[in-house]
């Protein structure tokens, strides 16, 4: 480990002693930054994923201009689907564009099975990073539902209702599926771990279009899957989903280290709701564009609650989106550091 290597967010995680709370921001790489605007006039998000150089470069950029405790992984939860048989595009200013959806349990049983030397340049690029950086590296993945909800609507979709259709009127088909999913996912996350990612974390971004009862009986046993073959690294594990809150004491049950909150459900709510595990979140990116004042104020009111015991970490309860100026997020990291640090060092 590096001399000067910051520790925070994996401590925190951990629900030990820190210094201040540490804080990274979903999508902290992305189009908010001039210089990334700049590389994406020529190269596709895929292009940038395949030039390990390049692709560091674009990971560790925010941990340079904000001073965030960890850095991200560049890359999307598509990544993989390729390897699998997936013909997926990303189009601007659309998303995933898949050109072969799932239908029947044929398409099921022509996925092929997912293989890590298919995407060599991800592990290089993760190789890059741990030489380079002085935070720790997440790594992540879709999980199987919002992977799923992609490979059946063919793409982004409001209601789901192919994926439900599928999911309530096909169950066999929906859990063959869902088994595939699983496998490419614990292998997918191994080979970052091997590879030196120090934490990852699993987006189900739509997760939340699903009832409470839908996810114990169509998703949860295959999350249980993953996490309990992956808590055999020794990585820690975060779950993270969008307008998810009726689903938190799922996710709380399942074998993971830190679960991820959105900004409907404040952290108070979550520990009264019987939530003891470290939590992350949750600041609703919209308060990046007010007055400093209004997003100070929100800030401390969710540090003072996420302080009130060992284990959490900040971040914004979905992703920064482009209309967000730098300046803000390095005044808000500053922020967030001074005003934990001073407020830990009184409680001493």
């Given amino acids: 480990m590096m001399k000067n290597f910051n520790d925070t967010f994996l401590r925190a995680i951990r629900g030990e002693e820190v210094s201040h709370v540490p804080v990274w921001y979903m ?113 992540f993945s879709g999980a199987p539902f ?14 789901y209702h192919k994926t439900k259709a599928l999911m309530y009127g096909h169950p066999d088909v929906w859990h063959a599926l869902m088994e595939k999913l699983g496998d490419m996912v614990i292998d997918y996350i191994k080979a970052q771990v091997d590879a030196g990612i120090q934490a990852f974390q699993i987006f189900d971004s739509w997760v939340g279009t ?39 004491e799922e996710w709380h049950d399942l074998p993971l280290d830190v679960v991820g909150l959105d900004w409907r459900l404040s952290v108070d709510a979550a520990r009264a709701r019987g939530l003891t595990k470290t939590l992350q979140g949750n600041l609703d990116p919209s308060y990046l564009l007010a007055p400093w004042e209004i997003l100070e104020a929100k800030t401390k009111e969710i540090l003072d609650m996420g302080m009130k ?40």
């Avoid at 949860?220 to 009726?246: N, W």
Wanted: charged residues 25%; proline residues 7%.
């Fill in 27 to 139: 999508r902290q790489a992305g189009r908010y930054q001039a210089e990334y605007r700049e590389i994406k006039k020529t190269r596709t998000l895929f292009e940038i994923t395949h030039d390990p150089e390049l692709c560091a470069y674009v990971t560790e950029l925010p941990v340079k201009q904000l001073g965030v405790d960890a850095a991200i992984l560049y890359k999307d939860i598509m990544t993989p689907l390729p390897s699998m048989g997936v013909d997926v595009e990303i189009k601007s200013g659309i998303g995933p564009v898949i050109a072969n959806p799932i239908r029947t349990m044929d398409d099921v049983q022509a996925l092929q099975t997912f293989k890590k030397e298919d995407i060599p340049y991800i592990f290089e690029t993760i190789k890059l990073l741990r030489e380079r950086l002085e935070v720790p590296l997440i790594g």
């Fill in 210 to 248: 699903t009832s409470r009862n839908d996810y114990v009986l169509y998703i949860k046993p295959t999350m249980e899957r993953i996490f309990t073959e992956l808590k055999e690294t020794g990585v820690p594990m975060i779950m993270f989903g969008v307008g998810a809150s009726h689903l938190a």
């Fill in 146 to 159: 919002t992977l799923a909800s992609y490979m059946i609507e063919g793409g982004p979709s409001k209601g």
């Fill in 309 to 348: 015991r060992p284990g959490f970490i900040f971040n914004l309860g979905h992703g920064i989106f482009p209309e967000v100026d730098p300046e803000v997020l390095k005044r808000l990291t500053a922020y967030i550091h001074d005003y934990s640090k001073e407020k830990m060092e009184v409680a001493k």
